[in-house]
């Protein structure tokens, strides 16, 4: 593995047992510490680590980084599918560019986009993202990172998706107009995250990378009809978004010089829900085949109901890596519709990296 500019993250672990019990302890964190279901939520959340905690904007091996990352969610039914996509950016600006030690900026910005075919229900959000990373050693082995994230999410829906009582003909169609009071069918709200990270050298071969972040930190207003002003409406015009805390825990495990293990773990708590996606990725790496690598995983995505974890998704990962550009897909099987209707549904993803400005012409720290 090549020397770089951002070497912390480029280190890995002696001997296989460290890594298990250094995974283990992470994963007792879950026992201690939501999910809002409009929220964009992907299998390789990896990809779009700067959106879950902006305190990841920046820290990557090499000067900017570009992400793309498509979901198409239970695409075999139409009428419940869902679809997100995702845009991200950041660069890295070193405070000592000669300095391979030098604490530096991130800077970053996204866009996603979250649409579910029943009811039209559409969430776009943007956000600009700002990170400060500190280098706590000479040798660059270890660091702790602060960001913030201020961003504007927009929500809508198409009314014409919708049927009420009063618009029953009593023959059998739903064509009457409505007395319903409704507000306007889109709404906007502001958010702040707030995120840290610690990066650190555990020793000659494993190295750690966790951090927390929160989102809605202003527990902003989510009703749409926060602004609605009509005197036939006597209804809540609020309703707060719970606080959001999210925990990635990325490890590495260098077995050779060519070939790495990297367990990861997403924890997501709100209000009275809970996530947890656990899995591990492989890569084995092709150093004289134009600096090639290929890559394959598994993770599995559960969720709490009432007192019990219960699976969700068993996700299967593979990838290509050549020098700077990296393309990951997923294949995502519903264990949970399994087990409650009989049938599994489907989901897939694609994710493409694109790192630029690394120092030489060997290996990038990979992203899948």
């Known amino acids: 593995m090549r020397k770089t500019d951002d070497q912390s993250f480029c280190i890995f672990p002696q001997n296989f047992a460290n890594m298990t019990k250094y995974f283990l302890i992470v994963l007792a964190l879950i026992s201690f510490v939501s999910v809002d279901a409009q929220d964009a939520n992907f299998s390789q959340f990896y990809i779009a680590s700067s959106y879950y905690n902006p ?7 090499g000067k900017y980084r570009v992400r793309l990352i498509n979901r198409d969610q239970w695409f075999a039914n139409n009428n419940t599918s869902l679809r997100t996509f995702g845009i991200l950016g950041d660069l890295k600006f070193s405070l000592k560019p000669v300095d391979f030690a030098s604490d530096y900026f991130g800077i970053g910005i996204y866009f996603l986009s979250d649409k ?3 009811l039209d229900i559409v969430t776009n959000e943007a956000s600009v993202t700002v990170s400060y990373h500190k280098i706590l050693d000479k040798k660059n082995e270890n660091a702790i990172s602060g960001g913030l994230s201020l961003g504007v999410s927009q929500r809508g829906l198409n009314y014409d998706q919708f049927y009420f009582e009063d618009q029953f003909d009593g023959i059998g169609n739903y064509n009457r107009p409505s007395k319903e009071v409704l507000p306007p069918n889109i709404s906007a709200l502001p958010d702040l995250k707030l995120g840290v990270q610690y990066n650190t050298k555990l020793n000659s071969k494993f190295r750690l990378q966790t951090g927390l972040s929160t989102h809605y930190t202003l527990i902003p207003n989510s009703s749409y009809y926060k602004n609605f002003d ?31 293990l990297y367990p990861r773990l997403l924890y997501t708590y709100q209000g009275a829900h809970q996530l947890a996606v656990i899995g591990m990725n492989y890569r084995h790496g092709f150093y004289n085949l134009k600096q090639t690598a290929v890559h ?12 019990a974890y219960a699976p969700i998704d068993l996700s299967l990962l593979t990838g290509f890596e050549m020098k700077n550009f990296v393309i990951g897909m997923s294949y995502d099987f519903g264990l949970r519709d399994v087990i409650s209707y009989g049938r599994p549904s489907h989901s897939f993803e694609i ?11 060997g290996f990038i720290c990979p992203e899948f």
């Open 351 to 361: 994710s493409i990296t694109l790192l630029g400005d690394y120092d030489d012409g």
């Open 296 to 307: 394959a995983g598994a993770s599995l995505r559960t969720a709490k109901s009432g007192n």
């Open 116 to 118: 579910a075919r029943a």
């Open 55 to 61: 305190a990841f904007a920046g820290a990557f091996d």
């Open 230 to 260: 009509d005197v036939d409406y006597f209804g809540d015009k609020n309703s707060f978004a719970a606080l959001k805390l999210n925990l990635i825990s990325n490890f590495t495990y260098n077995i050779t010089s060519l070939r790495a």
